[in-house]
């Protein structure tokens, strides 16, 4: 019985290796596939290359190293409007110090003059009134109030030329 029963199985699973019907698969795709046209769109036609004549050929260089020097030169002659520092004229003591050492710790009046009392960051005290100069950007003090220092800075822009920048200096209060 046993022997039968592994003989019936045996059958079982060989039938299950059969064609099954995969030649008719095959044979739909195969006719599916010949049918099958690819739709492909109509190419527009070239468009014609018509040739430039280049007629400045005997003029001057557009990229001749003299003519942009010159150019240039131009340029950074007309730019800034005239403004620039005065290069020639005197340092004074806190120019030699950048705008962010410095702080403004109060104001005093003499007569009819205002000054106002900037500390350096080495903890001396100047008095400095509307003229005097001070930070590393050409700061000119244009005017003093009760509360600020109020700064006209001449700096560089991107493109080389001389600007103006406003800046102030504000009163610091007293750490209690």
Excluded at 24 to 40: C, S, Y
Aim: glycine share 6%; proline share 4%; with cysteine.
């Amino acid at each position: 019985m046993n022997k039968l029963l592994s003989l019936f199985l045996l059958s079982l699973c060989l039938s299950g290796c059969g064609d099954s019907n995969t030649q008719a698969v095959q044979k739909w795709m195969e006719m599916t596939k010949n049918q099958t046209r690819p739709m492909l769109p109509k190419l527009s036609e070239p468009k014609k290359f018509i040739p430039f004549s280049y007629d400045e050929k005997d003029q001057i260089d557009p990229f001749n190293p003299a003519k942009l020097m010159a150019a240039l030169s131009k340029m950074r002659m007309q730019g800034g409007h005239g403004l620039k520092p005065d290069m020639d004229r005197r340092r004074e003591a806190l120019e030699a110090n950048s705008l962010d050492t410095l702080k403004m710790v109060g104001t005093l009046t003499k007569g009819r003059f205002h000054y106002a009392l900037l500390q350096s960051d080495l903890k001396v005290v100047y008095q400095v009134k509307a003229g005097n100069y001070v930070g590393q950007n050409f700061g000119l003090i244009t005017r003093v109030n009760d509360d600020s220092v109020e700064i006209k800075e001449i700096v560089l822009d991107a493109a080389g030329d001389w600007v103006e920048r406003m800046s102030k200096l504000e009163l610091q209060e007293a750490k209690k």
